[in-house]
């Protein structure tokens, strides 16, 4: 299963509890993230900005549990000229994948950092922060890290895109679920709709369940 998605987009955040229960037994995961505030498109906080995301993230937590903390709320949001730039966690993430194929638990802590401790996730001292309570070593993620943000990252983010595209999605997240068809013996890719599963984790890992023995089964 492909795993379309950005550190900085919250609706990604309300995935996140679909994605950690989409750890299944014959499922494998690659992830794709795709710079939705990177290069051109990375934000300062404004009080425009802070208007703009406050509903969206009150309608994540009413629909999904996903909790967001004060810290975020009335700290990070209210830090007026604060960089918001997906390429420095993306960098993270390759980091951790590179190290020890944690790129994920690094997305996932860096979520939380984000959206309930109010951290700054686009800057190097708070990353370096978050590998380390990965328990990975600091002067290692910071070689790697820096080595991520020259090399690979823009690589990455472009190839993201491409899935992105390839998969028809309409934006981040998207889940395509790729597979060889029993019939034809042809790859196919089946992008999977995620809004009836939020907010109910063990409902999606059912359903992923059922897709999976679907393939499995016999023609």
């Given at each position: 299963?492909?795993?379309?998605?950005?550190?900085?987009?919250?609706?990604?955040?309300?995935?996140?509890?679909?994605?950690?229960?989409?750890?299944?037994?014959?499922?494998?995961?690659q992830w794709h993230a795709g710079g939705m505030l990177s290069g051109q498109a990375r934000r300062?906080?404004?009080?425009?900005?802070?208007?703009?995301?406050?509903?969206?993230?009150?309608?994540?937590?009413?629909?999904?549990?996903?909790?967001?903390?004060?810290?975020?709320?009335?700290?990070?949001?209210?830090?007026?000229?604060?960089?918001?730039?997906?390429?420095?966690?993306?960098?993270?993430?390759?980091?951790?994948?590179?190290?020890?194929?944690?790129?994920?638990?690094?997305?996932?802590?860096?979520?939380?950092?984000?959206?309930?401790?109010?951290?700054?996730?686009?800057?190097?001292?708070?990353?370096?922060?978050?590998?380390?309570?990965?328990?990975?070593?600091?002067?290692?993620?910071?070689?790697?890290?820096?080595?991520?943000?020259?090399?690979?990252?823009?690589?990455?983010?472009?190839?993201s895109r491409e899935w992105l595209q390839a998969s028809g999605g309409q934006g981040f997240p998207?889940?395509?679920?790729?597979?060889?068809?029993?019939?034809?013996?042809?790859?196919?890719?089946?992008?999977?709709?995620?809004?009836?599963?939020?907010?109910?984790?063990?409902?999606?890992?059912?359903?992923?369940?059922?897709?999976?023995?679907?393939?499995?089964?016999?023609?």
């Amino acid at each position: 299963m492909h795993y379309i998605f950005d550190p900085l987009c919250g609706w990604c955040y309300a995935a996140a509890p679909l994605l950690a229960a989409s750890s299944l037994p014959g499922l494998q995961l690659q992830w794709h993230a795709g710079g939705m505030l990177s290069g051109q498109a990375r934000r300062t906080i404004t009080p425009d900005w802070r208007a703009k995301v406050m509903p969206h993230d009150e309608r994540i937590a009413a629909l999904t549990g996903q909790p967001f903390g004060d810290a975020y709320y009335n700290g990070l949001l209210h830090q007026i000229g604060a960089t918001l730039d997906s390429t420095p966690p993306i960098a993270a993430m390759l980091a951790a994948e590179t190290m020890a194929g944690r790129g994920l638990d690094m997305l996932a802590r860096a979520q939380t950092a984000h959206y309930v401790e109010g951290q700054q996730i686009s800057t190097l001292g708070v990353l370096q922060s978050l590998a380390q309570d990965l328990g990975l070593d600091a002067h290692e993620f910071a070689a790697q890290y820096q080595s991520a943000l020259a090399d690979t990252a823009a690589d990455h983010i472009q190839e993201s895109r491409e899935w992105l595209q390839a998969s028809g999605g309409q934006g981040f997240p998207t889940f395509l679920l790729e597979y060889t068809e029993a019939a034809s013996g042809r790859r196919v890719g089946q992008r999977l709709d995620m809004s009836p599963w939020l907010g109910n984790a063990a409902g999606w890992q059912a359903h992923l369940q059922q897709l999976l023995d679907a393939e499995a089964a016999p023609a």
